[in-house]
T-cell receptor
Framework: GENVEQHPSTLSVQEGDSAVIKCTYS??????FPWYKQELGKRPQLIID?????GEKKDQRIAVTLNKTAKHFSLHITETQPEDSAVYFC????????????FGKGTKLSVKP | DGGITQSPKYLFRKEGQNVTLSCEQN?????MYWYRQDPGQGLRLIYY???????QKGDIAEGYSVSREKKESFPLTVTSAQKNPTAFYLC????????????FGQGTRLTVV
């Protein structure tokens, strides 16, 4: 079946460093790729998303890149801050249904001051 | 806050009992979803509904049931047939026909006692 692989499962960086999280997907029909940030016990919150007709998207310190040929996409956080510490999930749409998402297993990011 | 409300936040159930989790949205979204989250796992899709009076099984539907009698509401029943129901349950909604994110409720933590 369709799946999304996410790496690494844990990531520890020093404040000010960059963090990169990578995901691969299997469903060729996926056309929407969101990234969610989840703090402990809270709901996932969308931080950035990208659609299949775009290769890269930036929003301040956050960027996402997409390689459709290789079926992988990545989240880049620059100048990390302690408040960036959380679990980050990538997801891929199941075909054209943008809310019907297949999630990766998450990356726990720790930013050390 | 987000326009999608889950209740209750915490729920305790005795083994052998059915329990219903509430999800209500005022975002006028056609599509609604239920996900289950376990520690160290991503979000797994239980059921989804793209339109009133219609719903589809997700990846882990066994032991669960849903209804979609109103656009605003998508309750999830965890039945006694679900062997390992203790988890964090998240409801989400999205517009269909393309272009918006999935919004999540704040979640219900279900514990079997």
């Amino acid at each position: 079946g369709e799946n999304v692989e996410q790496h690494p499962s844990t990531l520890s960086v020093q404040e000010g460093d960059s963090a990169v999280i990578k995901c691969t997907y299997s469903d060729s029909a996926s056309n929407y790729f969101p990234w969610y940030k989840q703090e402990l016990g809270k709901r996932p919150q969308l931080i950035i998303d990208i659609r299949s007709n775009v290769g890269e998207k930036k929003d301040q310190r956050i960027a996402v890149t997409l390689n459709k040929t290789a079926k992988h996409f990545s989240l880049h956080i620059t100048e990390t801050q302690p408040e960036d510490s959380a679990v980050y999930f990538c997801a891929a749409s199941r075909g054209g249904s943008q809310g019907n998402l297949i999630f990766g297993k998450g990356t726990k990011l720790s930013v050390k001051p | 806050d987000g326009g999608i409300t889950q209740s209750p936040k915490y729920l305790f159930r005795k083994e052998g009992q059915n329990v219903t989790l509430s999800c209500e949205q005022n975002l006028n979204h056609d599509a609604m979803y239920w996900y289950r989250q376990d520690p160290g796992q991503g979000l797994r899709l239980i059921y989804y509904s793209q339109i009133v009076n219609d719903f589809q099984k997700g990846d882990i539907a066994e032991g669960y049931s849903v209804s979609r009698e109103k656009k605003e509401s998508f309750p999830l029943t965890v039945t006694s047939a679900q062997k390992n129901p203790t988890a964090f349950y998240l409801c989400a909604s999205s517009a269909t026909g393309g272009g918006t994110e999935a919004f999540f409720g704040q979640g219900t933590r279900l514990t079997v006692v």
